[in-house]
T-cell receptor, first 113, second 112 residues
């Protein structure tokens, strides 16, 4: 597609439920990133995929968080047993390669009540 | 990892020029990005510097000094719509990581 596409745009979920967030990167982009941004805070790195290499999961805050990527296309970020502190916007970004400019999607706004 | 510092907030007058500074510490510098983020929206790419010097793009320019670990974003002929958060991000290639780390952002308020 023309840009990074994320869904859902907004999600309100009850504490303890699981959520799945989807990211469709720019076509042909081999690198894909997930960041989290809490209200009024900076961007916090979560996970990075590069081609067929093993993902860099060093930013995942707990084992409730996981992500998958199918080849060089769609990625899904899953948060299990959501907590209120998981409320944030989850931003996906992609780049043509690990050394290129990264472009962000519009984000998925998650609210845990 | 990287330590990225930028001012929390700046104010400026419409039509004026403002310079937003960013300092960083990194062991394997591999590029510096500036992004603009309006409230409630995703970051949008402004500029990328990997070599020393000034990159100019319309009303926006970005400067880099790798030896000083320093960059600035220069906004000219400020408009009200330039009120936004400006994010400095540094990419470190140490260990093949290449993951950009973001500063906390500088909130710019442009007033008439």
């Amino acid at each position: 597609g023309a840009g990074v596409s994320q869904s859902p745009s907004n999600k309100v979920t009850e504490k303890g439920k699981d959520v799945e967030l989807r990211c469709d990167p720019i076509s042909g982009h081999t690198a894909l990133y997930w960041y989290r941004q809490r209200l009024g805070q900076g961007l916090e790195f979560l996970i990075y995929f590069q081609g067929n290499s093993a993902p860099d999961k060093s930013g995942l805050p707990s084992d409730r968080f996981s992500a998958e990527r199918t080849g060089e296309s769609v990625s899904t970020l899953t948060i299990q047993r959501t907590q209120q502190e998981d409320s944030a916007v989850y931003l996906c970004a992609s780049s043509a390669s690990r050394a290129d400019t990264i472009y962000f999607g519009e984000g998925s706004w998650l609210t845990v009540v | 990892g990287q330590n990225i510092d930028q001012p929390t907030e700046m104010t400026a007058t419409e039509g004026a020029i403002v310079q937003i500074n960013c300092t960083y510490q990194t062991s394997g510098f591999n590029g510096l990005f500036w992004y603009q983020q309006h409230a409630g929206e995703a970051p949008t790419f402004l500029s990328y510097n990997v070599l020393d010097g000034l990159e100019e793009k319309g009303r926006f320019s970005s400067f880099l000094s790798r030896s000083k670990g320093y960059s600035y974003l220069l906004l000219k002929e400020l408009q009200m719509k330039d009120s936004a958060s400006y994010l400095c991000a540094v990419r470190d290639g140490t260990g093949g990581s290449y993951i950009p780390t973001f500063g906390r952002g500088t909130s710019l308020i442009v007033h008439p």
